[in-house]
């Protein structure tokens, strides 16, 4: 039972994450990336990490992916095909993507099976609240900050960039 | 019969706690649309559906013309008019996205029921919750589940490929993505309170409640009393994830038509709002269980004290109907609170919905949270 869920959850994982990358249609890319954080959700399940099954969803599939189908709404983009300009720009992109394909694979096939240690030297990392709060505020506190700072500068660069000189905007102004 | 039930596979247990969900939020939803008309007429000083009635019943003597004055058939009618009117289908639609889209709606709603707490019983001197999942991260689990019925709202508007629903289903994600802020944050204190410090840290719903059941004047009281800010933010929060008004801004049908479901009709559209009632009945229920103190029916006197003066500790069953009927008679009134609301408030434009989401309800959020946790670093130091 065990290994058809996971075999199923894992399956609706990688498929959907083809069709992230495979669909024309920007609505249903998104709605493939949401099947696919859902697929991730349930393998944590599976393995009794709760926290990070449900931080998952109530991060990325609740409110990322969101925001990516709000943009994609305003913008009202429909599977137009890029400007023509722009088609050798996507070159560079596409040979890098053809790369890490070919890495990944050649990865499997160097090294397919990790080696898998009996089942009770594994510590439950996922099952506890306090162990995540304390390995959060002591072994990973800077790149949690740091990547805090990032997202801080992008948004205040998007802010600094939309808001043109000497334009107001909103009610009363 | 408690043998008999752990006896069963898992998978007809999991089937068997599924289908108990439908079969209780389904009627619970539609007794809130037949409450809904029922308390608008009342406010509105009007008499309500009062002319439904069953062929045969009308012949009853006493009986019938009572039912048809309280209009109890109307549930029945409505229910069937979604089942057989005509499903129009616009032809401009997007098809799959617009039939998920109802769907999308259900699945979140009925699934947050699984993890939420809904009574309790004696088992030799410790109350034991009763829920069909019972996962120490319940909170965040309804949370997590819950926001992920945003899509049913962005998908209806988008595939529905016209103006109304567009802007209805514009208007949804960008609010419900401002309101989730305020909700998360204003429960924290709350589990700040409960988790002693030095001890392994619980999101659990049944926890908060055992807390609030303990002895003495500080151990009975309920954290609306000791945290009303939290429980303003949380239940002003609640109305916006809801989409009740006055913070009905995908539907707004007095400047959208009807937002996000204008094109839908029948069955579809009835989805819609079980989902929406459903939706609020859960989130009465957290706020029941974060604020009310669960099942326990007053403030300072715990349910096990209760079966203690009626001398209920043996019968786990008599008690367990008891405590759900005390933590259903709280989610009755929470939903009667959400009904005078829609029916006395107008609703909010739509740039006042966003400022007082991010500019007054999310710092005041974090300003409580703040006084909160180091309040009780000092108590508890």
């Known amino acids: ?53 449900f931080l998952l969803l109530l991060v990325y599939a609740g409110a990322v992916v969101a925001l990516f189908l709000f943009i994609i709404m305003l913008l009202d983009t429909r599977g137009q095909q890029a400007p023509q300009a722009r088609r050798g720009l996507t070159v560079a992109p596409r040979i890098a993507a053809a790369a890490l394909v070919v890495a990944g694979l050649a990865s499997l096939f160097v090294k397919g099976r990790l080696a898998t240690p009996a089942v009770g030297t594994v510590p439950a990392l996922g099952a506890s609240l306090k162990l995540h709060a304390y390995l959060l505020f002591t072994t990973y506190l800077l790149p949690v900050e740091i990547i805090s700072f990032l997202l801080l500068i992008a948004m205040l660069g998007v802010i600094v960039l939309s808001k043109r000189e000497g334009e107001h905007s909103g009610y009363g102004n | 019969m408690v043998d008999f039930w752990f006896s069963l596979p898992l998978v007809v247990q999991g089937l068997l706690k599924g289908l108990a969900v439908i079969l209780v939020v389904f009627p619970m939803s539609s007794l809130c649309t037949m409450a809904e008309r029922k308390v608008s007429a009342w406010i509105q000083g009007r008499p309500g559906p009062n002319r439904t009635i069953v062929p045969w019943a009308a012949y009853v003597p006493v009986i019938g ?14 229910g069937l008019k979604f089942l057989v009117k005509e499903e129009p289908v616009p032809g401009h639609v997007n098809k799959p996205y617009f039939t998920l889209a109802p769907l999308i709606a259900m699945i979140p709603a009925l699934t947050t029921v699984t993890v939420v707490p809904f009574g309790a019983y004696l088992s030799g001197g410790q109350v034991v919750p009763l829920v069909l999942a019972n996962v ?23 595939a529905s490929n016209s103006k109304y629903p567009f802007l209805g ?28 410090p030095g001890t392994a840290g619980t999101l659990s719903l049944a926890k908060v409640v055992e807390f609030q059941s303990q002895p003495g ?29 006055p913070f009905d801004m995908p539907e707004s049908e007095s400047d959208l038509v009807g937002g996000f479901h204008t094109e839908y009709g029948a069955f579809k559209w009835a989805l819609f709002f079980v989902a929406e009632y459903a939706n609020m009945i859960v989130g009465s229920g957290v706020f029941t269980l974060l604020f009310l103190g669960g099942w326990n029916p007053l403030p300072w006197i715990p349910l096990a004290t209760l079966a203690g003066w009626l001398h209920l500790g043996g019968h786990p069953l008599i008690l367990g109907l008891l405590s759900i009927g005390i933590f259903i008679g709280k989610i009755a009134f929470l939903i009667f609170f959400f009904m005078w609301v829609r029916w006395t408030v107008p ?23 703040l006084v909160y946790a180091l309040g009780i670093a000092f108590l508890t130091k």
Do not use: H
């Open chain 1, 1 to 53: 039972m065990g290994q058809f869920l996971f075999s199923v959850f894992a399956c609706l994982t990688v498929v959907c994450a083809a069709g992230v990358v495979v669909c024309k249609n920007v609505v249903n890319a998104a709605m493939c990336l949401l099947l696919s954080l859902l697929g991730v959700a349930a393998l944590f399940v599976r393995l009794d990490a709760f926290l990070l099954a």
């Open chain 2, 65 to 78: 013309p009572l039912l048809q004055r309280m209009g109890l058939f109307q549930l029945a009618a409505d």
């Open chain 2, 136 to 158: 120490d991260v319940g909170l965040l689990a309804v949370f997590a589940v819950s926001s992920l019925g945003i899509y049913s709202l962005i998908l209806a508007g988008w």
């Open chain 2, 169 to 196: 289903g514009v208007r949804a994600s960008a609010q419900l993505i401002s309101y989730e802020l305020s909700l998360t944050l204003a429960v924290l204190p709350v589990f700040l309170w409960i988790n002693a």
């Open chain 2, 217 to 245: 004047f500080w151990g009975g009281t309920w954290f609306i009393f000791t945290m009303p800010l939290s429980a303003l933010i949380f239940i002003i929060a609640l109305f916006a994830e809801t989409n009740r008004q």
């Open chain 2, 347 to 369: 609703r909010f434009r739509y740039d006042q919905v966003m400022k007082i989401g991010w500019q007054k309800l999310l710092p005041l959020a974090i300003a409580n949270l």
